[in-house]
């Protein structure tokens, strides 16, 4: 008789989709928790920039992964995945659905198809001297050392570039997967129009900075942490630090912040689109059914 695996539920989708609010509605309805897969939640003090849920619906259905650890400090993929393979099995020890709910792809793909990833310590020097090199640059580098991880990175996103190089060039190889299946995972893709998308972006942004998306990088800064450190974040946190250093104006920024996320959704989509096993859905009661379905195999 074939082993019945545990079953996890992935909610997918790209920025400003609404990713969060239906993976709350399914927890709600399927008896589940929610264990968050976005590299920039995980810190601390990054709640407006990084789109992180509310204290209330924190309340609501307990979330995983959220505020676990220190910006001053980088938090690894390995790092991730272990603790959501942690906070997964006490949600099946509760006898509750885990719900994976996020639009990081590496850390998603590495936690479901268990990947096992190479033990590398950092090498400062190697950092030190890529450091010095643009986005760009360490794009560049990434491409042509490894083809397949530069398909799935930010590309503006500094920190992961140099970690991915720095895996690389020590490892010498992808990181390779089990063979054998941990879990049986449904994934449900939010789909949206793209011009629609573009304006709830829009009006996203424009929310997060009334409600102090600037104070909260500020505040970042007098932490302790370096502007050259918040900029690594990528996304908000980069053009707003720009901001505040007098590097571009606020309505430039906001240009920017618009302009970014829009083609950060639209590589999101593009990754999304590969992956044959998503089932897209337009909203709740699509998802509800499928997942009915599913729970009952």
């Known amino acids: ?107 998603l793909k590495v936690l479901i198809e268990d990947i096992k990833l190479p033990e590398v310590k950092p090498n400062f020097l190697l950092r030190k ?19 397949k991880r530069s398909k799935e990175i930010e590309k503006n996103n500094k920190v992961r570039l140099i970690r991915s190089i720095e895996i690389v060039l020590d490892s010498l190889e992808f990181p390779k997967i089990k063979k054998k299946k941990s879990y049986d995972v449904l994934k449900i893709g939010i789909e949206i129009p793209f011009e629609k998308l573009k304006k709830l972006i829009f009006l996203r942004l424009q929310k997060r900075l009334k409600q102090g998306m600037i104070k909260e990088v500020k505040k970042l800064k007098e932490t302790g942490l370096s502007f050259k450190r918040i900029e690594n974040f990528g996304l908000e946190y980069k053009w707003i630090a720009s901001y505040l250093q007098g590097k571009i104006d606020y309505k430039k920024t906001k240009e920017e912040l618009f302009k970014e996320n829009c083609h950060f959704a639209r590589k999101q989509i593009n990754i999304f689109k590969k992956d044959k096993e998503i089932v897209w859905i337009k909203n709740f009661l699509e998802a509800e059914k499928i997942i009915n379905k599913w729970l009952k195999k």
């Not at 001297?129 to 083809?147: A, T, V």
């Open 1 to 107: 008789m074939k082993e019945k695996l545990p079953k996890i539920l992935v909610i997918l989708g790209p920025t400003s989709s609404g990713k969060s609010d239906l993976a709350i509605k399914i927890a709600k309805k399927f008896n589940g928790e929610i264990v968050s897969c976005d590299s920039r939640q995980v810190y601390k003090g990054m709640d407006l920039g990084s789109g992180k849920i509310s204290k209330k619906e924190k309340k609501e259905i307990k979330h995983y992964l959220l505020d676990v650890a220190s910006p001053k400090r980088q938090f690894s993929v390995a790092q991730f995945q272990k603790k959501a393979k942690k906070a997964i099995k006490k949600i099946l020890k509760k006898g509750k659905l885990p719900i994976i709910c996020g639009g990081s792809w590496f850390w």
């Open 129 to 147: 001297k890529l450091q010095k090199k643009s986005n760009k640059e360490l794009f560049s580098i990434l491409k042509k050392i490894d083809l």
